[in-house]
Every structure is written in C-alpha cells, then in structure tokens.
C-alpha cells in the first residue's frame, strides 16, 4: 500500500518558481513509476512528468519541458517538481500519482495524493 502527500503549492506571479514535494512510502517504491499531473476547472486532467524509480528515466509534457523538473530526493522520500518561468495556464491542482507498472510512463497510476494549489496571478 502506497501513501503520496503533495506540498509545497501556493500563490505566485507569473514569472516565479515553486517547489513541489511529494512524499511517498511503499515496500515497492521502486519498482513504481511517480508523475505528476494537474487539474484545472473546466479542463482534462493533464498530465505533466515521470520519473521510472527503477532506471530514473524521466519524461515531461510539451508543455513544461524546458521549464519544470522533477526528481526524487531519497534523503528524504519524496519526488520533487520544481517549476520555473511560470505561467497563468500553470494554475491548477496539482497531483502525484505512483503507477505500480513503469512501462506505461505514468499511463496508469494507482494511487493519488491528496493534491496542492498552484495559484499564477498577477
């Protein structure tokens, strides 16, 4: 049984960074895949990185790349997302999800944390 607890969200100008934490536990982590994904009202869930616990192969959205990073700090089990340069259209709830089969690339998780608020505004 997999536990996820996001934080790190919050209000932020357009322009500025934040740093998101998803802490995890599991007696196999690693052999799991962590995303990270965004809700937006009136919009599809979206999703937005990987990262493979086992060979730490790591992809994003076209929409990110180039601008958010995602890690894992084993220090301190969790899966980090740094984002930079962000945006309007970078608001939204933002979710880490573990998928228990790597090979899909985060295509189906399993378990969900609870979310954090990513606010970009002026």
């Known amino acids: 049984q997999l536990q996820l607890v996001e934080s790190g969200g919050g209000l932020v100008q357009p322009g500025g960074s934040l740093r998101l934490s998803c802490w995890t536990s599991?007696?196999?982590?690693?052999?799991?895949?962590v995303g990270w994904f965004r809700h937006a009202p009136g919009k599809e869930r979206e999703w937005i990185s990987c990262?493979?616990?086992?060979?730490?192969?790591?992809d994003y959205a076209g929409s990110v790349k180039g601008r958010f990073t995602t890690s894992r700090d084993n220090t301190k089990n969790t899966v980090d997302l740094q984002m930079n340069s962000l945006k309007p259209e970078d608001t939204g709830i933002y979710y880490c999800?573990?998928?228990?089969?790597?090979?899909?690339?985060?295509?189906?998780?399993?378990?969900w944390g609870q979310g954090t608020q990513v606010t970009v505004s002026s």
């Open positions: 999800a573990a998928d228990s089969d790597p090979s899909t690339n985060c295509g189906s998780p399993d378990y």
């Open positions: 599991g007696f196999f982590l690693n052999y799991y895949a």
């Open positions: 990262i493979n616990l086992r060979n730490q192969k790591i």
